[in-house]
């Protein structure tokens, strides 16, 4: 550390400077790390609720009632956006990593209670690594389910794979990878049938999926409305366009949500209790995710989404007049990602990067991947003419290696 402090101005200048050389979140010009609404009202409530809540702290619900009811707030307004009626529960957490932790410690528990020693999670092989994070923290064995030629999880794979150990299964609403639906109902069935439970993973999905619906687009079942779906993740610090910080972790039965919270109380400072991973927690993606969501409204959702997927179509029709590339499988929402089996599609990537794109790479098949935002509609007619020129003038791959985002 500095001896002498160093004047504010001068630490703001450097920040300017060190923050200059990497790429400029509200540029439209990041794929799937950022979720840029190009809006300066959303912005600004964002900015002046974080000014409200920034040193507060959610730990202590005695302490901050407000705030806990917050929360409250926000777990129930997406209880209701998907569908879980009012005797379930849940909490916020710091990030769908921490929503995924919290709901496979309860299904171990729930398979302890079974007697099952070493609980197993079934995760699909797109699923996302947080599964694999879980087991490697909580002691669980990590089950990959095969995808089918449609990057979708393998039901009878599944049926295959599944047996007195297994403590959840995992579905995905929809996959990072390739943007594409697991068979929720048949998998939650699976899982029902066997008395284990059913997380589905809308990390991406849960802020996407309710607003398609609303749109007429065609979307299978996948919520609380399926039977057997026991937990739900969903992010809002993604499509909820709340800075990071902010996720929502749901149960069906709120009893079995009573065993997220850890309560402690052999210290000398009293009883101790917090219902996810962090201690101090800050308050102020709470009281963001209440106000944005309560801001934009379902239709305020909707209309961001209907853009959303205007631009989705955009790049879509046009990857497909390129006869090199295609789009891998059928994605449901904003996910799209491209395939060539006569191009090598990381090459293309550095030209695109080199335009100061930062389009992300997909190693299974090889290509890229792209998740768009509402802010992207500003950049689309620059991003399909980079893209057709890229694919036209490129040399060969510098980076064999794909990098997770
Ligand atoms: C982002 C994501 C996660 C993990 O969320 P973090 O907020 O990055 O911890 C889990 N599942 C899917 C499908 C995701 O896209």
Known sequence: MDQVGVPANELLAELDRRRA????????????????????????LVLEVQRRYLFHNALNPFKFPEIAALEREVVTMTSDLLNLSGDGGGSMTSGGTESILMSMLVNRERARARGIERPQILAPHSAHPAYAKAAHYFGMEHVQVPI?????????AAAKLIGPSTAVVVASAFTYPHGVMDPVADLAALAAEHGAGCHVDACIGGFVLPFLERLGHDVPPWDFRVDGVTEISADVHKYGYVPKGASVVLHRDADWSQHQVFLYDQWPAGIYGSPAIGGARPAAPIAVAWAVMRYLGVDGYTEMMRGVMETASRVRAAVESIPEVEIVSAPIGPVLCMHSESIDLYAVADVMDAKGWNLNRNV????????????????????IADLIDAVAHHGTAKDGQARYS
Do not use: C, I, Q
């Open 148 to 156: 089918d030629a449609d990057w979708r999880a393998d039901v009878a």
């Open 21 to 44: 050389t990497e790429p400029d979140v509200h540029g439209a010009r990041l794929f799937g790390l950022v979720y840029p609404t190009g809006r300066d009202d959303v912005e600004d």
């Open 364 to 383: 299974e098949p090889r290509g890229v991947h792209l998740m768009l935002s509402p802010a992207h509609a500003n950049v689309v007619d620059e991003l």
